[in-house]
């Protein structure tokens, strides 16, 4: 069975500034999707961006990217010049890929609030 | 907008009582998963069908059942209500199997009295 670790409950940092949100994870699979989805108060889930474990290279968008360590089982979302609208929970979640079926297994959140 | 869609947003009901949860996924999606979100358990993975057929359970109570129709929407039923199976439901969507990426529906509210 595969798990997810947030060990960040909540997080606090000023307008503009760059914040890193952690995420570990524990598989034996070795073909797999992670991702981070954000919930804002409106409580859609909303995908922020997606890496595939086979990729050596980060995933970015925008002004969000990752730093996946595929050895270390981690997968960080690091987020840049942070606007008011970041402020929501962020969800780590990870699925194995290659045809199976099965759904996303989500770590417990961090809560983010971008103070202005 | 995801375009998946889950009527009704708000749902309140009396312990004991039964729901069906409706959901129609994006355009061309076959896959359809439903999780549960609540304070002590978190985000949970209920159940996937794909193409009208049961793929794959999670930690789906044996109150609950779902199945997904020939025009791909999807009902998640819930009899037997409990106080604590007050949640948010959410459905969401991917194109095929293995293909990782899911698209979430804006959820149900259940609050079971």
Redesign the interface.
């Given at each position: 069975a595969q798990t997810v670790t947030q060990s960040q409950p909540e997080m606090s940092v000023q307008e503009a500034e760059t914040v890193t949100l952690s995420c570990t994870y524990d598989t034996s699979e070795s073909n797999y999707?992670l991702?981070w989805?954000k919930q804002p108060p409106?409580?859609?889930?909303?995908?922020v961006i997606?890496q595939?474990a086979y990729k050596q290279q980060n995933a970015t968008e925008n002004r969000f990217s990752v730093n996946f360590q595929k050895a270390a089982k981690s997968f960080s979302l690091k987020i840049s010049d942070s606007q008011l609208g970041d402020t929501a929970m962020y969800?780590c979640a990870f699925?194995?890929?290659?045809?199976?079926?099965?759904?996303?297994?989500?770590?417990?959140?961090t809560h983010l609030i971008i103070q202005p | 907008d995801s375009g998946v869609t889950q009527t009704p947003k708000h749902l309140i009901t009396a312990t004991g009582q039964r729901v069906t949860l409706r959901c129609s996924p994006r355009s061309g999606d076959l896959s359809v998963y439903w999780y549960q979100q609540s304070l002590d358990q978190g985000l949970q993975f209920l159940i996937q069908y794909y193409n009208g057929e049961e793929r794959a359970k999670g930690n789906i109570l044996e109150r609950f059942s779902a199945q997904q129709f020939p025009d791909l929407h999807s009902e998640l039923n819930l009899s037997s209500l409990e106080l604590g199976d007050s949640a948010l439901y959410f459905c969401a969507s991917s194109v095929n199997l293995g293909w990782g990426e899911q698209f979430f529906g804006p959820g149900t509210r259940l609050t079971v009295l």
């Open positions: 999707y991702f989805y409106s409580r859609q889930m909303i995908l997606r595939e969800f699925i194995v890929s290659g045809g199976g079926a099965d759904g996303l297994t989500f770590g417990k959140g | -």
